[in-house]
């Protein structure tokens, strides 16, 4: 079984940025969609952004983060990335990394990290 470990989160100001970054620990990415999710406190997992395994194939993204955050990955690196912009404190949540199963949902095939915490403050 795939275990992926998320790293780079941490503590930055409401409009400061954070990269994250995603790897496995066996096994590749190439033939997944890719996606970010996160877990705020006392809420549900929501899908955040997802990339599909080929160079130019489909890119999405929840509306809320549409335009501030950029999803990417390198193959060869078995690496996803989530750069993040113009952060809110309304971002602040556990970030985690998945083989996506269905797009704009949290079903994935792998089981999930720890994550990593970003906190975002006012």
């Known amino acids: 079984q795939v275990q992926v470990v998320e790293s780079g989160g941490g503590l930055v100001q409401v409009g400061g940025s954070l990269s994250l970054s995603c790897t496995a620990s066996?096994?590749?990415?190439?033939?997944?969609?890719m996606g970010w999710f996160r877990q705020a406190p006392g809420k549900e997992r929501e899908f955040v952004a997802s990339i599909s395994w080929r160079a130019g194939g489909p890119i999405d993204y929840t509306d809320s983060v549409k335009g501030r955050f950029t999803i990417s990955r390198d193959n060869a690196k078995n690496t996803v990335y989530l750069q993040m912009n113009k952060l809110k404190s309304e971002d602040t949540a556990v970030y985690l990394c998945?083989?996506?199963?269905?797009?704009?949902?949290?079903?994935?095939?792998?089981?999930w990290g720890q994550g990593t915490q970003v906190t975002v403050s006012s």
């Open positions: 066996e096994g590749t990415f190439s033939g997944y969609t």
């Open positions: 998945n083989a996506v199963r269905q797009v704009a949902t949290v079903k994935v095939w792998w089981s």
